[in-house]
């Protein structure tokens, strides 16, 4: 990923992973090669955290309109 050291990444996905955010599985074609899925728990919070962004962008959009 770019703008992220190895060491950074390595660290916060050791994090999703025991939080259970994340799910590490092996690559089918059993090369040295991990694949991340989000949990259920993992999709409750992504949902949770694009629900008070929109939340967010729509108190932005109507304070601007209120001011107009």
């Keep these: ?4 050291s190895s060491k950074i990444l390595a660290n ?8 259970y955010f994340i799910k590490k599985t092996e690559a089918p074609e059993k090369m040295i090669r ?5 949990t ?3 999709k ?3 949902k949770s955290m694009l ?3 929109n939340y967010g962008i729509e ?3 109507q304070e601007k309109l209120k001011q107009q």
């Design 1 to 4: 990923i770019k703008g992220i």
């Design 12 to 19: 916060r996905i050791k994090k999703l992973e025991k939080y």
């Design 34 to 38: 991990w694949y991340y899925k989000l």
């Design 40 to 42: 259920k728990r993992g």
């Design 44 to 46: 409750i919070f992504v």
């Design 51 to 53: 629900d008070v962004i």
């Design 59 to 61: 108190k932005e959009e």
